[in-house]
């Protein structure tokens, strides 16, 4: 396992239910600069099939999913 | 970034059951940098009345287990209706259209409808729009 990146904002979607997770992440991955790291906190089990899509669909990069006990972190770097 | 996906949606049904789907995908679409455009046509034109999304049903004998519904709902975290149309539009991915035939049948008027309406057109209208979209779904 990698190291966990180091991101450039927290979004703590927990308790969030789809499609929320991936409208807030959208809305604060606009803010970063390109090359800047958002991490998004998610209890939503639909996240682990969503994330990887999205960001491919959205033209970022998604770094890597951190499973914890109750939720999982999700690294996306913004490259679009 | 990729070449921009489109998706339209046909609502014809204005019961609970079936106004959230194509809501949660609208929204999901358009933080995907998907273009949504939306048709609410015949019993899913009453949605779009002023608290028509607040007033939605399930559908039959299950509308009285409704207020049951929007408790799960709730307790699970999902938007209401009204915000999750107000999410969608706030994105400027989505647009939504008003069926006029329907306005027509139902005695509808502009004025009666919330202001997130963009567009009123008929069934060529919205085929041709349907006609360049990537996905449609018929909800």
């Known amino acids: ?80 | 970034m990729a070449d921009i996906k489109r998706m339209a949606l046909v609502v014809h049904s204005g019961t609970l059951d079936k106004a959230y789907p194509p809501l949660m995908l609208a929204v999901a679409g358009a933080a995907s940098d998907m273009q949504v455009d939306i048709f609410f046509t015949f019993w899913g034109l009453p949605l779009l009345k002023k608290k028509g999304l607040k007033r939605a049903k399930l559908p039959g004998i299950m509308s009285l287990f409704t207020s049951m519904m929007r408790w799960r709902i709730k307790k699970c975290g999902i938007e209401t209706l009204p915000n999750l149309l107000k999410a969608a539009v706030e994105t400027g991915n989505v647009r939504i259209y008003a069926c006029t035939a329907t306005m027509d049948l139902m005695m509808v008027k502009k004025e009666q409808l919330i202001p997130e309406v963009t567009g009123f057109m008929g069934a060529a209208g919205f085929l041709d729009i349907a006609s360049e979209c990537d996905v449609q779904l018929f909800i």
């Open chain 1, 1 to 80: 396992m990698t190291d966990k990146p180091i991101p450039d904002f927290t979004l703590d979607a927990r308790g969030l239910q789809c499609p929320m997770p991936i409208l807030k992440a959208k809305k604060e991955i606009q803010k970063l600069e390109i090359g800047q790291i958002l991490e998004v906190i998610s209890n939503d089990p639909g996240s682990k099939e969503d994330f990887p899509r999205w960001a491919k669909r959205t033209g970022n990069e998604l770094l890597g999913i951190f499973d914890e006990n109750d939720f999982s972190r999700y690294f996306v770097k913004r490259l679009g």
